[in-house]
Every structure is written in C-alpha cells, then in structure tokens.
C-alpha cells in the first residue's frame, strides 16, 4: 500500500497546480492518481488538433448528457479529459479569467478569500503573460500566456472592425479592466505548443522526488475512519488497490467526476446513495446539485473570399500547414479555433456583459463522422460567430447512475428551462446578425447558411438554438462552496462539510460560474486552494 501526505485524485487543471504547489518546498510527499495516461501525444501538443481529441477514448471521458427537453430532446456530447492535465489538455486554450464581479459575487455569497482583490494575486503570479507585465498581468510565472494579436486571419480583423461599427470598443486584454468589447483571444500556447496544466505545473513536479503521479489509475472510493478521509481505493492493470493520505485526500476531478465520487464514498444525498445500494457515510444533498454550465450556438456564413476552409480540407493544403507547423511552430495548427472574440450585453441598461462571441475564420457545416471537423472544414469558404451565455440562471445536476464507478455519472443539463434564459438568447443571436450586417463585414458575404435567411420568427428563432445549441464546456458548481452546508458542499476553505481530511479544490466549487472559458478560473482554483492547504498545515 502507498502512502503519501496528500493524495490528489486527478491530475487535470487544478489538480497538476496542487501538485507542484504542495510539493515545491519539499517539506510533503505528494501522491497524483489519473485514471488517464500520457499527455505526451501529437494531437494533444498540437493546438488545432482538439478536433482529433473531441471524441477520442484515449483521452476522452466522452460523457453524454440525458436527453434535453431544453435541447430539443437532444443528447449533449460532454467531453472531459481523461488524461494528464484533464480538459486542460484537449481544450480551445482561450485563456478568460471572468470579470471582476464575478469573484465579488462569490466573496459576496460568503467565501472570504475569494473576491476578485483576493484571486488577482494568484493570477499574475502563476502567468508568464507575454503581453507583459501590468496592473492585471502577470510575468515570470509557470504557465505561458500567448499574445496572438499579430497573428490572427485578415478576416478577424473585419471582425472587429464590424464589432466597433456595432457599438462594441476595441477591448486589447479581457483580463484586464473590462471584459466588454471585442478583440483577440490570449491562448495556453508557447512556441506552438498547447501549454496544458500538465505541460506548465505537473511535468516540473514530477522532477521532484517527493512527488508520484501514477496513470490508468481509477479512483473508486475515498476510505474513511469515521468522518476522517484516509485514502482512497483505486482500480489499475485490473487490481484494486488502495493509498493511504498522511494528512488529505483531495478531490480534483472537476466538476463531472468530484461529485461522482463523493456519492461512490458515500457522500451524498441518502435518497439517492440508498436507491443504488450505497451506504451513507455523511448526509450533504448539495453534492451534484447546483449544476451550471454556458450554452453557444454558432451562426454561418458562406463568404466571397477565402478563408481557412481553402487552407485546411484540401490536401496540398494540409500538406503546407503540416509543414509550417512541424517545421516551424507556427500558422493555423498552432492557433485555437477561436482567433477573436468579445463581450456584451443583450440589453443596455444590463451593468455588464452577459454574451459571449467567438469568431471563427472556417466553418464546418458538413461534419464528419466521429471527429470534430475542425481539421476537415466546408469545400466552400464560410465562417461562424458563435456566442454563448455568460451567466444562465438553469440548473442541473449530475449523480450516479449505479453503485458500479464504471457507470458514467448521469448528467441532467436542464438546458434554457427558466424563461429569462431563453429570452438572453434569443437577444443574442439577433445580434449575431448586426454584426454580420455592419459595413466591415457585409460585402464578404455571399449568404447565410445557418440558420439560414427563412429563419426569422422568435418563434423560429428559438426553435433553432434549442436545436442546435449545446454545451461550451464550462460546467462548474456541483460541489459548490459556501459557509453553509445546507446549501453547499465544501466550505469557503474547500474542505468537505462535516468530514475530516477531505477537501474538493477544482472548478465544482464555484460558487457560481465566471464570465467566460472556465480553465482559467479553474487554474486559479488549484494555485489559491495549495496557498490555503498550506496555510492550514502550519
């Protein structure tokens, strides 16, 4: 049986930061345990090659939601990363820290610690921004923030230009002191490479001697001694075995697999532990509750000038940014699928952004089976905006489909089911063509393809985005922080209510979710919550 001080179930985007943080000074031996493996692949290191990742096993948890009645009945790909350094590691890399309200409003719901004066230390001081330096930025730290201002498409610069012409400023940093406004997304790249958690946190700790991360580790259980977490029990090379913690098991999971897990150690609601023949531990009806996530759907346009479609589905043209990119680290494979972006409000009279935009210099109308079409774009030229909301007020949930930690969890979006969601969005992809019509961007469009110009009714309009609207990824909140464990899962200090040794530090406690793509946020998380566990060591 191992034996570590701290046992980190997941080596996603929290859980890579805590490991090199509780371990930096020595002083404690640190136990990792991913039920993946190796982050150490090509499509994985290559930036555009998400696509490849979207639906693979190897790398992939493939989650799938439950039909949505929100959805049109559908039923969502949800994918997160089995593998190191988690969803950090077949992510967009759109590096959104959220605004500053945000944090506020989770110290506001009371979790001192958490305001946004709290966490902008931790930003700047795990950043090496290469931006540079300034009041929101930070330099010198492990994980490497690319500038990608100079290298978009010609297209995204029409982009903004139609986004001024709109109404919206030209925004230079949404991390900095406004997110409203449209500009060019900073990425988790360096020198062409994806800069994942695991490649800026974990992999330098795994230099240390004090540190063990072990692979194709599944995690089944957390072991008690009364209400004392202890260790955990995990499944490898098809034995069970166990670990022991000296002084915490912590649970990095995210925010699909923390809760899972909870109720698998018999953590939960009694209701739901007892209808699958789990014995309760500690009684909390939060865990897996609270469930938020943000939903986007993209408009497409078929354009009268090239795009990155002309470059990326022929194959002299795969050829010539293969080539670039091995040979070079650079061009459309070292770059996200979202060049631009921005923020703003459906309504003026709303105190800040509530949308989301990303802009997208290809499209991928026509899809292709079993793989996100990123690397195979439409025989024409296109491109999309997408949007998605910042802060829906629909609630979820995801708890156990069975007792057997082989069953993937049971995810219940409850996508668009409060009236004020669906009114934000249908707001919003109105505006998606004022953009479209602005003078920057009119004369380069040939027609709209999706949803196509029949589509104009509020009534045709909604049917549309229930359609083909889905998640962005960004779920948060089922092991939600708070003061209070009736209403909460962990305390503002991330240790589990009512238990001893355990605490959950990765983006299932948010309070709330942020404004914008959660990895920074969740990143954040894993540097604040080492800086509190430390603390409490002495």
Known sequence: MQTADFIIVGAGSAGSVLAERLSASGRFSVLVLEAGGSDRR???????????????????????????????????????????????????MVWVRGAREDYDDWRDAGNPGWGYDDVLPAFKALEDNEAGPNAWRGRGGPLHVSDMRGKVHPLTRLYLEAGRQAGLPLNEDFNGRSQEGVGVYQLTTRDGRRMSAARAFLRPAMKRGNVRVETGAHVTRVLFEGRRAVGVEYEKGGRTLQARAGREVILSGGAVCSPKLLELSGVGDPAILKQHGIAVVHANANVGEHLQDHLGINYTWKARQKT??????PWWGKALVGMQYLFARSGPLSMSLNQGGGFFRTDASRPRPNVQLYFQVFSTVLPKPGERPILSPDPWPGFSIGLSNCRPASRGAIHVRSADPNDAPRIVPNAFSTNSDVAEMLDAVKYLRKLASMPALAPVIAEEVLPGPSVRSDEDLVADFRRRSGTVYHPVSTCRMGPDAATSVVDPRLKVHGLEGLRVIDASVFPSNVSGNTNAAAIMTGWKGAEIVLEDQG
């Open 42 to 92: 090509f499509y994985v290191q290559m930036p555009l090659g998400y696509g490849k990742t979207f639906f693979d096993p190897a790398v992939n948890w493939n989650f799938k939601a439950e039909p949505d009645p929100g959805l049109a009945g559908n039923s969502d790909h949800w994918p997160r990363g089995k593998i190191l350094g988690g969803s950090s590691s077949i992510n967009a």
């Open 308 to 313: 990155l479609n002309q470059v990326l589905r």
